[in-house]
């Protein structure tokens, strides 16, 4: 198990909660939206509503690394996923402006425990946890969990040369919403 020096900065957590993904299954990427809890939502596109995981191997422990750096650890990450035989789909996180994206992986058939330390293992602060109901934001550095409903929107990034690209528009960010609760 990681062992880190610090808790994640509150900065860095409300990017995190701010964070909108797109998720591509096949050819159609659809944005998962922080919403308020009970507001919102749509069809859960998992047909046994199991949770989905997004998890990221980019800039671990927050701190922006070389391209080439990212992308190694993504493939490894993803060949990972692949010997695990779990269900995944590709993904993208970012704010919600689009200035900052990172790739990921929606992942099916992940405890909760399970994911937390596949994202310490990558250095990672956190990951979510979609579920039909909620979005939640799970740290891996300690037991926190932020918890919010979620909206779907119809995707705008595109994996395009290598990378993912905003298009159709913009990011839509919804009003507030997030529950905090720190598990006794």
Not at 27 to 36: G, Q
Not at 128 to 135: K, L
Request: include cysteine; hydrophobic fraction near 40%.
């Amino acid at each position: 198990m990681h062992a880190f020096a610090a808790p994640i900065a509150a900065q860095q957590w409300a990017h995190y909660q701010r964070a909108v993904v797109d998720i591509r299954f096949g050819n159609h990427t659809l944005r998962v939206v922080p919403s308020p809890l009970g507001a919102g939502g749509g069809s859960f596109p998992e047909r046994s509503h199991r949770t989905i995981h997004v998890i990221t191997a980019f800039n671990p422990r927050g701190r922006t690394v070389p391209v080439e750096k990212n992308k190694r650890d993504h493939n490894v990450r993803l060949d990972d996923l692949n010997r695990r035989s779990v269900t995944w789909w590709p993904a993208a996180g970012g704010d919600p402006d689009g200035v900052h994206i990172e790739k990921s992986a929606a992942v099916v058939g992940l405890s909760e425990a399970e994911a937390r330390e596949l994202g310490r293992s990558l250095g990672q602060d956190a990951v979510f946890a979609w579920t039909p109901s909620t979005w939640r934001l799970l740290s891996c550095v300690d037991s926190r969990v932020d918890e919010c409903g979620w909206r779907m929107a119809d995707g705008g990034w595109r994996m395009a040369d290598g990378g993912w690209r905003m298009a159709d528009g913009g990011w839509r960010m919804a009003d507030g919403g997030w529950r905090i609760t720190v598990p006794g």
